[in-house]
């Protein structure tokens, strides 16, 4: 069983940046495909950043390419989302989400595909 513990949000204000961290206990962190999704208010929980199990592949949603880096440490168990430029239309709560197959060859962009979440994180934009 895969525990992801979030860390990192908070009050920023535009154009400011932020790092969330999520570390991982439980099973073969290394060998999963891990997501950062966001989720505001009365809407639905959407892909911000997927990385593959290597790290050596990532995609970004348009809203946020070229200004969130999603990386990860696979000897720290622990993956990052480096946030800069932020807007206040960033504002959410973000969580990460850890997908159960190992050694895949995706990475995956659907919340109903990832099966191990972190607690959410509020992320506040103030313009």
């Known amino acids: 069983q895969v525990q992801l513990v979030e860390s990192g949000g908070g009050l920023v204000l535009a154009g400011g940046s932020l790092r969330r961290c999520c570390a991982a206990s439980g099973g073969t962190f290394s060998a999963y495909a891990m997501g950062w999704f966001c989720q505001a208010p009365g809407k639905e929980r959407d892909s911000v950043a997927a990385i593959h199990w290597t790290g050596g592949r990532t995609y970004y949603a348009d809203s946020v390419k070229g200004r969130f880096t999603f990386s990860r440490d696979n000897a720290e168990n622990t993956v990052y989302l480096q946030m800069n430029s932020l807007k206040p239309e960033d504002t959410a709560v973000y969580y990460c989400?850890?997908?159960?197959?190992?050694?895949?060859?995706?990475?995956?962009?659907?919340?109903?595909?990832?099966?191990?979440w972190g607690q959410g994180t509020q992320v506040t934009v103030s313009s």
């Open positions: 989400a850890a997908h159960p197959k190992q050694y895949s060859g995706h990475y995956y962009l659907r919340a109903d595909e990832y099966d191990y």
